[in-house]
């Protein structure tokens, strides 16, 4: 089990509930039933909570920066935009705005590289609802989440050698390695992420240069090796 950490344990009986009403909570997530779900299940906690639904990255930015949010409950995996391109632009156009990242991807893929971009958090949709709810708590009070796991793999990493070459991939060139480490043909990943198939190559042979590989086949072994797929 997962537990918060200590600074997440002191944050998350403290709930700073907004001086103008109930709280915002915006959920972006390409599964309508996931949506859903995560609204049933916080409306039990926060029966006053007013909630904002986004099913791609686009559609989210304008909604974000629309009206006022007190949260942001941001998936990774979105059609188009991703969410971690997402939560670039966020941070940007919406600076001071928690973004609590829920998603089924394991701490070890991207957790690190979603919090050192600005999160406010990192949870996996595999939790018990009280510690997904117990996270948001952290978070809506001014608070990072963090599990005691993540947590201990971050003072690891305070006296690492040099991070490995995948951790100086742009988000875009991260995504293409992933999808292309599970498979995907660029004509594949050029619709997933409504790019042209000149531009997936393009990323393709920036990632290869970078991370000193030759093919599909090294780029494989490479992610498997890291753990960026299971």
């Known amino acids: 089990m997962q537990m918060l950490s200590t600074e997440a344990t002191a944050a998350a009986g403290k709930v700073k509930q907004p001086a103008g009403g109930p709280l915002r909570i915006l959920v972006v997530d390409d599964h309508a039933i996931v949506r859903q779900g995560i609204r049933t ?4 906690e926060f029966p006053q909570a007013v909630f904002g639904e ?4 686009q559609e989210a930015l304008q909604i ?5 949010w ?15 391109e997402v939560l670039h632009e966020l941070v940007v156009v919406r ?20 919090l050192k971009a600005g999160a406010a958090g990192y949870v996996t949709k595999d939790l ?10 952290t978070v809506i009070a001014g608070g990072r989440y963090v599990s005691s796991s993540l947590a201990e793999a971050l003072a690891e990493n305070l006296n690492s050698p040099p991070l490995p070459h995948h951790e100086m991939l742009s988000d875009r060139e991260d995504r293409v390695l992933r999808l292309l480490a599970q498979g995907h043909s660029v004509k594949e990943i050029g619709f997933e992420l409504s790019l042209s198939v000149k531009t997936v190559s393009t990323y393709r042979t920036r990632l290869l240069k970078k991370l000193r590989l030759k093919n599909n086949a090294e780029i494989i072994r490479y992610a498997l090796l890291h753990g960026l797929v299971d």
């Open 128 to 137: 018990v609802a009280n510690e997904v709810v117990g996270a948001i708590k």
């Open 95 to 114: 600076p001071g705005l928690p973004v609590l990242m829920l998603t089924m991807y394991p701490e070890r893929q991207y957790a690190m590289r979603v």
């Open 41 to 44: 299940l916080l409306l039990r």
């Open 64 to 68: 974000a920066q629309a009206e006022k």
């Open 54 to 57: 986004a099913g791609d990255g």
């Open 70 to 84: 007190d949260l942001v409950l941001l998936d990774i995996n979105l059609p188009g935009r991703s969410g971690i």
